[in-house]
C-alpha cells in the first residue's frame, strides 16, 4: 500500500525546510523552481558591481548564476531556516571565502542589513508565507537603493490552488492581487511577466503552472 502524504508536514518544510527532510525538500524546490528563479534574476537585469539580495534563498544554489552576471557582483542569500543557511554556506564556500557570497539567517521579517544597502533584491515563492507583508515589504523598500529594483516571482492562485498542499499556512495571490500588495505599499510596478511552464508534481505528474514575475521600484 502507498503510503499517504501528510500535506501539512509537506507545506511545514516549503516554508521552512529543516533537518534532512528540509534538505532533501529544498533539491527538489531547486529542480522544480529552477527555470523560475533564473527567470526572475534575468529579469532583475544584474550589472557589474551591483549588491543583490535573495530572500529565501533555501541552499543558495543559484548564488553562482547571480555572479555570472557581471564582474564584482556582491550577493547575499537572507533565509528563516537554519538548516538552509548551513547548507547554503557550505555549498558556496569557495564564493564566501573569496569575499562575493554571503548567507544570514533572519525571521524573515526585519533583516540586519542599513538602509539602501542594495541594488537588486529578489524573492521567489516566499510571499505566500508572509505573515506580514506591509512590513516586509517596509523592510524591502528601506533596503533597497534609490531607483533600485526588486522582483517577486510567485505560482498564481489559480494554480496554486490545485495542490493539496496550500491550504496549510499559504496565502494565495492572482496578478492583479500581488501588484495591488506592492502599489498599496508604496512601490511602482514596472514590468509583470506571466510565464506558462511544465512542472512535475510530487506525484510525479506533468502540470502546466502559471508563473507571475512583478518587477518594481
Not at 548551513?86 to 564566501?96: K, L, Y
Not at 529578489?122 to 516586509?136: C, D, H, R
Not at 523592510?139 to 490545485?162: D, H, N, P, Y
Request: proline share 3%.
Amino acid at each position: 500500500m502507498k503510503e499517504e502524504i501528510d500535506f501539512k508536514a509537506v507545506a511545514a518544510q516549503l516554508a521552512k525546510p529543516q533537518g534532512e527532510a528540509g534538505i532533501r525538500t529544498a533539491e527538489r524546490m531547486n529542480m522544480s523552481n529552477g527555470d523560475m528563479t533564473r527567470h526572475a534574476i534575468d529579469l532583475l537585469d544584474c550589472s557589474s558591481g551591483d549588491r543583490v539580495l535573495e530572500i529565501g534563498p533555501g541552499n543558495g544554489r543559484f548564488a553562482a548564476y547571480i555572479l555570472s552576471k557581471g564582474t564584482g557582483i556582491q550577493y547575499t542569500g537572507a533565509d528563516i531556516s537554519e538548516t538552509m543557511v548551513h547548507a547554503a554556506r557550505e555549498i558556496n564556500r569557495h564564493d564566501i571565502e573569496a569575499g562575493d557570497v554571503a548567507f544570514e539567517q533572519t525571521d524573515g521579517i526585519s533583516f540586519p542589513f542599513p538602509d539602501e544597502s542594495f541594488d537588486k533584491i529578489f524573492t521567489v515563492n516566499t510571499l505566500y508565507f508572509w505573515e506580514n507583508p506591509m512590513v516586509q515589504l517596509a523592510e524591502i523598500k528601506r533596503m533597497l537603493k534609490q531607483g533600485a529594483t526588486v522582483c517577486i516571482a510567485i505560482a498564481s492562485k489559480s494554480f496554486m490552488k490545485t495542490l493539496p498542499f496550500t491550504p496549510y499556512g499559504f496565502t494565495l495571490y492572482s496578478a492583479e492581487d500581488a501588484a495591488a500588495l506592492l502599489v498599496k505599499n508604496g512601490f511602482e510596478v514596472l514590468h509583470i511577466d506571466i510565464c506558462n511552464r511544465k512542472v512535475q508534481s510530487a506525484a510525479d505528474q506533468e502540470m502546466m503552472r502559471e508563473e507571475i514575475f512583478m518587477v518594481a521600484r
